[in-house]
C-alpha cells in the first residue's frame, strides 16, 4: 500500500518533534503493509508555511537514512487553501509548492470551518495551471462534502478525494464517519491515506480502513484506493478509469 498523506518530517509542524519518532512511524506504517510514503507536512498554514523546499528534500533525505531502503520516503505537502495561493502555484516549486512525489499532484486543504467561495472555481484554476489536485481529508470539511452536487462537479473538473482511514473507521467521530461512508457511496473517493501525525492519538495504518471498504465496496475498490491510484501519483500519471483499473485487475495472475 501507499499513504499519500502522512506528517513524518520532523519539528516543522503539528506531526513528529524528532528524527526517532518520524522513523518510528515510518516503521509503523511499513509493519502496517506500507512500501511507500509521502511526507506531507503543512504548507502555506499561518503557523508552518514551509516553503524552504531545499529543507524539506533535506528532511526526508534524513529520514530515508535512518528508516533504510523500506519504507520509500517521499516528498510532498498539505497546502493550505488560501490567499495568494493561485499566484504561487502560477509558479509551481519556484514559488515555494512542493507537489506529491514530486508529480503533478497538489494535495490541497480547504479550511474545515470557512466556505471557500468558489470551489469549483479554484479546481478549475489549479487544472487549468497544469496541476491535479487533489482535496485532503473532504470528509472532514463539513461544509462541502455535505454537498455532494458541487463535489460531483468538482470531481467532472479535475478534482480527486482523499478520505481519512479513521474516518472509515469511525475513529474520527460518527459525522466524519458517515460522510466518509457517503462518498465511498457516492464513487468519489479517489485514495485513502492516514493523515497520521504521531504514534499514539493519530498513528500510521490503513489495513484496518483498507479491509472495511473491500467488505463494504469490494477488493477492488480497496485495491484502486491503496495501491493503483497511489502509484499513478508517484509515477506521475494520470489516475486510470475505474473500466482500466477494474481491466488490469482482472488480467492480474
Do not use: K
Amino acid at each position: 500500500m501507499i499513504d499519500l498523506h502522512i506528517h513524518l518530517l520532523p519539528g516543522i509542524d503539528d506531526g513528529p518533534g524528532s528524527l526517532d519518532e518520524g522513523t518510528a512511524m515510518c516503521r509503523r506504517a511499513a509493519e502496517d503493509g506500507c512500501t511507500d510514503l509521502v511526507a506531507t507536512p503543512h504548507q502555506r498554514h499561518d503557523a508552518w508555511w514551509n516553503d524552504d523546499l531545499g529543507r524539506l528534500a533535506t528532511l526526508a533525505r534524513q529520514l530515508q537514512a535512518a528508516v533504510g531502503p523500506s519504507p520509500r520516503v517521499h516528498v510532498g505537502a498539505e497546502i493550505r487553501v488560501g490567499e495568494g495561493l493561485l499566484n504561487a502555484i502560477d509558479h509551481g516549486t519556484a514559488g515555494g509548492i512542493q507537489p506529491l512525489a514530486g508529480s503533478r499532484y497538489l494535495l490541497l486543504e480547504l479550511s474545515r470551518f470557512v466556505p471557500e467561495p468558489d470551489p469549483a472555481g479554484l479546481i478549475h484554476e489549479v487544472v487549468v495551471a497544469g496541476w491535479w489536485p487533489v482535496l485532503a481529508h473532504l470528509e472532514q470539511i463539513r461544509w462541502l462534502a455535505d454537498d455532494l452536487e458541487t463535489v460531483e462537479h468538482m470531481v467532472s473538473l479535475g478534482a480527486t478525494l482523499q478520505v481519512t482511514a479513521a474516518s472509515v473507521t469511525g475513529g474520527n467521530g460518527r459525522s466524519a464517519h458517515e460522510r466518509a461512508l457517503r462518498l465511498l457511496d457516492a464513487g468519489l473517493v479517489h485514495f485513502l491515506a492516514s493523515d497520521a501525525h504521531d504514534l499514539e492519538q493519530r498513528p500510521p495504518g490503513l489495513t484496518a480502513a483498507r479491509r472495511e471498504i473491500a467488505h463494504r465496496w469490494g477488493e477492488a475498490v480497496a485495491t484502486l484506493l491503496t495501491e493503483t491510484n497511489p502509484r499513478a501519483v508517484i509515477e506521475n500519471r494520470p489516475l486510470p478509469t475505474p473500466e482500466e483499473a477494474l481491466s488490469s485487475d482482472s488480467q492480474t495472475p
